[in-house]
Protein backbone atom coordinates (compact mmCIF):
# COMPACT_ATOMS: atom_id res chain seq x y z
CA UNK A 1 0.00 0.00 0.00
CA UNK A 2 0.95 3.67 -0.84
CA UNK A 3 1.56 5.90 2.12
CA UNK A 4 0.03 9.05 0.71
CA UNK A 5 -2.83 8.08 -2.03
CA UNK A 6 -4.88 10.45 -4.17
CA UNK A 7 -6.99 9.73 -7.53
CA UNK A 8 -4.65 10.92 -9.98
CA UNK A 9 -7.95 12.03 -12.05
CA UNK A 10 -8.10 14.60 -13.88
CA UNK A 11 -11.26 16.01 -12.21
CA UNK A 12 -13.33 18.70 -13.99
CA UNK A 13 -15.58 21.15 -12.29
CA UNK A 14 -17.47 23.92 -14.10
CA UNK A 15 -16.06 27.33 -13.04
CA UNK A 16 -18.11 28.51 -9.94
CA UNK A 17 -18.69 24.85 -8.64
CA UNK A 18 -17.00 23.28 -5.90
CA UNK A 19 -13.82 21.02 -6.28
CA UNK A 20 -13.71 18.49 -3.52
CA UNK A 21 -10.14 16.58 -3.82
CA UNK A 22 -8.88 13.53 -1.22
CA UNK A 23 -6.32 12.17 -0.11
CA UNK A 24 -5.47 8.86 2.10
CA UNK A 25 -2.93 8.00 4.07
CA UNK A 26 -1.29 4.99 6.17
CA UNK A 27 0.67 5.77 9.11
CA UNK A 28 -1.54 6.57 11.76
CA UNK A 29 1.16 8.19 13.69
CA UNK A 30 1.19 11.06 11.02
CA UNK A 31 0.47 14.19 12.76
CA UNK A 32 1.10 17.21 9.75
CA UNK A 33 -0.52 17.56 6.51
CA UNK A 34 -0.50 19.86 4.03
CA UNK A 35 -1.50 20.63 0.46
CA UNK A 36 0.35 21.93 -2.98
CA UNK A 37 -0.71 23.11 -6.01
CA UNK A 38 1.54 22.58 -9.07
CA UNK A 39 0.88 24.61 -12.60
CA UNK A 40 2.05 22.86 -15.58
CA UNK A 41 5.92 23.01 -15.55
CA UNK A 42 6.19 24.91 -12.94
CA UNK A 43 7.31 23.90 -8.62
CA UNK A 44 4.82 23.08 -6.18
CA UNK A 45 3.26 26.44 -4.14
CA UNK A 46 2.06 25.57 -0.58
CA UNK A 47 -1.52 26.07 -0.14
CA UNK A 48 -2.72 25.29 3.03
CA UNK A 49 -1.77 22.79 5.93
CA UNK A 50 -3.25 21.06 9.24
CA UNK A 51 -2.40 19.33 11.65
CA UNK A 52 -5.39 18.72 13.71
CA UNK A 53 -9.23 17.37 13.19
CA UNK A 54 -11.44 19.45 11.76
CA UNK A 55 -11.90 21.67 8.84
CA UNK A 56 -9.50 24.95 8.65
CA UNK A 57 -10.72 27.37 6.40
CA UNK A 58 -8.44 30.14 3.85
CA UNK A 59 -10.48 32.17 1.54
CA UNK A 60 -11.67 29.84 -0.78
CA UNK A 61 -10.11 26.63 0.49
CA UNK A 62 -10.98 24.28 3.32
CA UNK A 63 -8.70 21.82 4.48
CA UNK A 64 -10.34 18.86 6.14
CA UNK A 65 -8.41 16.24 8.40
CA UNK A 66 -10.10 13.14 9.79
CA UNK A 67 -7.24 11.17 11.55
CA UNK A 68 -9.78 8.54 12.37
CA UNK A 69 -10.57 7.15 8.99
CA UNK A 70 -7.22 8.91 8.15
CA UNK A 71 -8.39 10.95 5.28
CA UNK A 72 -7.32 14.92 4.02
CA UNK A 73 -9.75 16.57 1.80
CA UNK A 74 -9.30 20.24 -0.09
CA UNK A 75 -12.49 21.37 -0.65
CA UNK A 76 -12.13 24.82 -2.96
CA UNK A 77 -15.18 26.82 -3.56
CA UNK A 78 -16.08 29.11 -6.37
CA UNK A 79 -13.51 27.47 -8.68
CA UNK A 80 -11.86 29.36 -10.89
CA UNK A 81 -10.13 28.60 -14.60
CA UNK A 82 -6.97 29.45 -12.74
CA UNK A 83 -7.43 27.01 -10.17
CA UNK A 84 -6.68 24.13 -12.86
CA UNK A 85 -3.65 22.38 -11.72
CA UNK A 86 -1.96 19.47 -9.83
CA UNK A 87 -2.80 19.49 -6.55
CA UNK A 88 -0.56 17.32 -4.15
CA UNK A 89 -1.26 16.18 -0.89
CA UNK A 90 2.05 15.49 1.91
CA UNK A 91 1.90 13.62 4.82
CA UNK A 92 4.25 13.82 7.67
CA UNK A 93 5.76 10.53 7.94
CA UNK A 94 7.70 9.73 11.54
CA UNK A 95 11.34 8.14 11.47
CA UNK A 96 13.93 7.29 14.08
CA UNK A 97 15.89 10.72 12.77
CA UNK A 98 12.81 12.66 12.47
CA UNK A 99 9.91 13.36 10.39
CA UNK A 100 9.67 13.74 6.46
CA UNK A 101 7.27 14.70 3.83
CA UNK A 102 5.50 11.94 1.74
CA UNK A 103 3.91 13.27 -1.55
CA UNK A 104 0.90 11.48 -3.09
CA UNK A 105 1.27 11.61 -6.98
CA UNK A 106 -1.34 14.15 -7.35
CA UNK A 107 -4.69 15.20 -8.38
CA UNK A 108 -5.21 17.03 -11.79
CA UNK A 109 -7.80 19.19 -11.41
CA UNK A 110 -9.28 21.01 -14.02
CA UNK A 111 -11.95 23.95 -14.25
CA UNK A 112 -14.23 24.69 -17.62
CA UNK A 113 -15.45 28.24 -17.93
CA UNK B 1 13.31 39.44 -1.35
CA UNK B 2 13.41 36.09 0.12
CA UNK B 3 13.51 32.96 -1.25
CA UNK B 4 14.91 29.94 -2.75
CA UNK B 5 16.79 29.81 -6.04
CA UNK B 6 17.51 27.37 -8.49
CA UNK B 7 20.13 27.18 -11.58
CA UNK B 8 20.12 26.47 -14.47
CA UNK B 9 16.98 26.07 -15.06
CA UNK B 10 17.58 23.89 -17.70
CA UNK B 11 20.47 21.49 -17.71
CA UNK B 12 22.02 19.06 -20.91
CA UNK B 13 24.02 15.97 -19.81
CA UNK B 14 25.93 14.19 -22.07
CA UNK B 15 26.25 10.30 -21.48
CA UNK B 16 28.92 9.46 -18.43
CA UNK B 17 28.70 13.63 -17.14
CA UNK B 18 29.01 14.45 -13.85
CA UNK B 19 26.23 17.45 -13.51
CA UNK B 20 25.85 19.74 -10.64
CA UNK B 21 22.31 21.71 -10.18
CA UNK B 22 22.42 24.86 -7.97
CA UNK B 23 20.19 25.56 -4.84
CA UNK B 24 20.71 28.69 -2.51
CA UNK B 25 18.45 29.69 -0.02
CA UNK B 26 18.24 32.73 2.01
CA UNK B 27 15.30 32.66 4.24
CA UNK B 28 17.62 31.03 6.80
CA UNK B 29 15.82 27.85 7.17
CA UNK B 30 17.93 24.92 8.51
CA UNK B 31 16.82 22.46 6.55
CA UNK B 32 16.92 21.57 2.53
CA UNK B 33 16.10 18.82 0.09
CA UNK B 34 16.14 17.61 -2.95
CA UNK B 35 13.31 15.95 -4.58
CA UNK B 36 13.36 14.51 -8.31
CA UNK B 37 9.61 14.44 -9.99
CA UNK B 38 8.78 12.27 -13.25
CA UNK B 39 5.82 12.71 -15.26
CA UNK B 40 2.61 11.92 -13.49
CA UNK B 41 4.41 11.14 -10.38
CA UNK B 42 4.86 12.89 -6.86
CA UNK B 43 8.01 13.76 -5.57
CA UNK B 44 10.24 11.54 -4.65
CA UNK B 45 13.03 12.55 -1.70
CA UNK B 46 17.00 12.48 -3.17
CA UNK B 47 19.08 13.83 -0.26
CA UNK B 48 18.02 15.71 2.95
CA UNK B 49 20.16 18.02 5.08
CA UNK B 50 18.46 18.96 8.50
CA UNK B 51 21.71 21.14 9.63
CA UNK B 52 24.93 21.99 8.20
CA UNK B 53 27.42 19.76 7.04
CA UNK B 54 25.49 16.50 7.72
CA UNK B 55 23.00 14.93 5.59
CA UNK B 56 21.07 11.51 4.78
CA UNK B 57 20.20 9.85 2.06
CA UNK B 58 16.49 9.79 0.78
CA UNK B 59 14.14 7.25 -0.82
CA UNK B 60 16.13 7.38 -3.99
CA UNK B 61 19.82 8.38 -3.29
CA UNK B 62 21.71 6.05 -5.59
CA UNK B 63 23.73 8.07 -8.17
CA UNK B 64 23.52 11.47 -6.73
CA UNK B 65 25.75 12.93 -4.11
CA UNK B 66 25.59 16.32 -2.48
CA UNK B 67 27.33 18.60 0.56
CA UNK B 68 26.05 21.09 2.84
CA UNK B 69 29.09 23.46 3.79
CA UNK B 70 27.05 26.30 4.15
CA UNK B 71 23.56 26.83 5.45
CA UNK B 72 22.44 28.78 2.52
CA UNK B 73 23.71 26.30 -0.33
CA UNK B 74 22.78 22.52 -0.73
CA UNK B 75 24.10 21.51 -4.09
CA UNK B 76 23.60 18.18 -5.98
CA UNK B 77 25.33 16.16 -8.52
CA UNK B 78 23.82 13.61 -10.89
CA UNK B 79 26.48 11.49 -11.61
CA UNK B 80 27.20 9.11 -14.28
CA UNK B 81 26.25 6.26 -12.13
CA UNK B 82 22.09 7.44 -12.31
CA UNK B 83 21.57 6.08 -15.76
CA UNK B 84 17.91 7.90 -15.81
CA UNK B 85 18.62 11.10 -14.80
CA UNK B 86 15.95 12.92 -17.00
CA UNK B 87 13.53 14.65 -15.28
CA UNK B 88 12.10 17.37 -12.92
CA UNK B 89 14.46 18.33 -9.93
CA UNK B 90 13.09 20.24 -7.12
CA UNK B 91 14.86 22.03 -4.34
CA UNK B 92 13.13 22.83 -0.71
CA UNK B 93 13.92 24.42 2.53
CA UNK B 94 12.08 24.40 5.45
CA UNK B 95 12.00 25.72 9.50
CA UNK B 96 10.43 23.59 12.14
CA UNK B 97 7.21 24.76 13.39
CA UNK B 98 6.32 22.47 15.59
CA UNK B 99 8.75 19.83 16.94
CA UNK B 100 9.00 17.29 13.66
CA UNK B 101 6.80 19.19 11.74
CA UNK B 102 8.31 21.03 8.74
CA UNK B 103 6.69 23.43 6.26
CA UNK B 104 8.28 22.92 3.26
CA UNK B 105 9.03 25.40 0.65
CA UNK B 106 10.03 24.83 -3.01
CA UNK B 107 12.57 26.43 -5.55
CA UNK B 108 11.70 27.19 -9.38
CA UNK B 109 12.95 23.63 -10.31
CA UNK B 110 15.70 22.40 -12.84
CA UNK B 111 14.62 20.53 -15.57
CA UNK B 112 17.68 18.19 -16.47
CA UNK B 113 17.79 16.47 -20.22
CA UNK B 114 20.19 13.41 -21.63
CA UNK B 115 21.69 14.52 -25.10
Known amino acids: QKEVEQNSGPLSVPEGAIASLNCTYS??????FFWYRQYSGKSPELIMF????GDKEDGRFTAQLNKASQYVSLLIRDSQPSDSATYLC?????????????FGQGTELSVKP | DGGITQSPKYLFRKEGQNVTLSCEQN?????MYWYRQDPGQGLRLIYY???????QKGDIAEGYSVSREKKESFPLTVTSAQKNPTAFYLC??????????????FGPGTRLLVL
Open chain 2, 92 to 105: ASSIRDRGLEETQY
Open chain 2, 49 to 55: SQIVNDF
Open chain 1, 27 to 32: DRGSQS
Open chain 2, 27 to 31: LNHDA
Open chain 1, 90 to 102: AVTVIYNQGGKLI
Open chain 1, 50 to 53: IYSN
